[in-house]
């Protein structure tokens, strides 16, 4: 009998044992499984956060952008389109035979914009969707989120076309359209302002103010400006045609015109002695440097024409009204600038000063192009009559001596050597003397040839 009690109590013992290691191993399975899910979700929202064109990785999301680019094709890029070229003006800002000129130089310079396959095999962007939705952001100031809508991009792809285009417009174009004027462009400028009555004129001069909406905080105190704004400000010398011939940004906000002037390079070529020697004779008086019409904030130097203050008499007041006239050339750029560009109207959204500074000189740059492209050199101005005899001014692209031969200047160095001959020059521009008097020949010119037009 107590054998088979043994027997009974260690089956027992043998069936708990079985038991428990049997929970035990059910535990285990139960925390790996855990361990699995918790491994599975973290690996889910990596490839969340990092989608790609990669094989394994989860998939961007399905925009349909090749409809979109089949769509937009159809659009505005065919023959027969849906949108006429008058369409087409006025949302991208330029004429298409343009527009297709710049994107064919942009795609030979840099393949980004060329469309390719990617890693899995699947056709990328057509290059007319990326050239859109960066002209949208340029011409309308849109944000991504805005582009996206258009052009079936995802917000980091139009970002980086954004930066893409504007460098490659600064690199391919600069040395065309931001050019200093050539000896011909000078003749042109000067016969124009001849004809209005400003013998020796190239143009005139301002600042505008682009507000910064993001600056960062660490700059905040050196891009505030007057109004208590944080902004950066472009200096711009324009032309008749509004062409800009001269363009420095990147001065903080708080500074005034006078200070962004002493920074600008806009005379260096008059102190290093390379600038066009421009003769011309005003009310019997000969001078031999061009000026820039100017508003009152500017020195009284000679490469300036500013506004009479208070005029009291009638050549005044005259003077006054067709000097102010002239003098919104700049301003009329300015209007221009910002109402094609409206992202440099609004305020800007991004934070590195380096992009917004490509941004602006790209702006300028296509504005340059759009002007060289439909305005109309040869149009006969029938509302601007011109009386004066248009030889007055003579300009030479540098000085002669008398052997005939062009000046040599002493080179600049800063070993005190040769100083001496640019701050002579540097003296010689801030001669107030000199602007007085030519600004009251130029009144009393402008009163002789135009004072009895209306009567």
Same mark, same amino acid.
């Given at each position: ?16 044992? =079985? ?13 790996? /499984? ?12 990596? +490839?969340?956060? =990092?989608?790609?064109?990669?094989? !394994? ?38 004429q298409p035979h343009l ?8 795609? +030979? ?38 582009? /996206? ?17 504007? /460098? ?36 005139? %001069?301002? &600042?505008?103010?682009?507000?910064? $909406? +993001? &600056? ?39 500074? +005034? ?17 390379? &600038?066009?020697n421009i003769t011309y004779q005003v009310n019997n ?77 790209? &702006? ?30 003579? %300009?030479?692209? $540098?000085?002669?001596?008398?052997? !005939? ?51």
């Open positions: 009998m107590s054998d088979m009690e043994d027997v009974l109590d260690r089956q027992q013992r043998e069936r708990r044992a =079985r038991m428990r290691r049997r929970a035990a191993s059910k535990r285990a399975q139960r925390e790996l /499984d855990e361990q699995l899910g918790v491994a599975v979700a973290l690996m889910e929202e990596e +490839n969340q956060s =990092r989608r790609g064109s990669r094989e !394994g990785r989860a998939s961007n999301v399905d925009r349909h952008r090749h409809s979109r680019g089949k769509n937009l094709l159809e659009d505005y890029f065919i023959p027969q389109s849906l949108y006429s070229d008058v369409h087409f003006r006025a949302r991208y800002r330029m527009f297709n000129k710049v994107m064919h130089d942009i795609c +030979n310079y840099d393949d980004y914009f060329v469309q390719k396959k990617n890693c899995a095999g699947d056709l990328g962007l057509l290059p007319e969707q990326k050239f859109t939705a960066v002209i949208r952001m340029l011409a309308y100031g849109s944000s991504a989120d805005q582009v /996206d809508e258009i052009a079936r991009m995802g917000k980091s792809t139009i970002l980086e076309s954004l930066v893409r285009f504007c /460098d490659a417009v600064e690199n391919l174009y600069t040395m065309d359209y931001l050019r200093r004027p050539t000896p011909r462009d000078l003749q042109r400028l000067l016969q124009k302002a001849e004809s209005r009555g400003f013998p020796g004129m190239i143009g005139s %001069i301002d &600042c505008m103010h682009w507000q910064w $909406k +993001n &600056c960062p905080s660490a700059w905040q105190g050196d891009y505030g400006n007057r109004k208590g704004q944080k902004s950066i400000i472009l200096e711009a010398v324009a032309g008749f045609d509004t062409w800009v011939w001269h363009a420095f940004f990147g001065v903080a906000g708080s500074q +005034n015109d006078l200070n962004v002037l002493g920074q600008s390079p806009v005379f260096n070529d008059i102190l290093r002695g390379e &600038c066009p008086t000969v001078y031999q440097n061009g000026y820039y019409l100017a508003d009152g904030i500017y020195p009284r130097w000679t490469t300036f024409v500013k506004s009479i203050p208070h005029p009291r008499s009638e050549k005044e007041n005259f003077f006054a009204a067709y000097q102010e006239g002239y003098r919104k050339d700049v301003e009329r750029c300015f209007g221009i600038l910002q109402a094609r560009w409206a992202i440099i109207r609004g305020a800007a959204r991004l934070f590195d000063e380096e992009v917004l500074r490509s941004i602006m000189m790209t &702006c300028i740059i296509l504005h340059n192009m759009i002007v060289e492209d439909e305005y109309d050199y040869d149009v006969e101005e029938v509302y601007e009559p011109d009386p004066m005899n248009t030889t007055l001014t003579r %300009i030479y692209e $540098k000085p002669m001596g008398p052997n !005939g031969e062009p000046v040599q200047h002493d080179p600049l160095v800063r070993d005190g050597t040769f100083m001496h001959r640019m701050i002579e020059r540097y003296t010689e521009m801030q001669s107030s003397y000199i602007h007085e008097h030519r600004q009251i020949d130029l009144m009393e010119h402008l009163w002789a040839v135009k004072g009895n037009e209306g009567q």
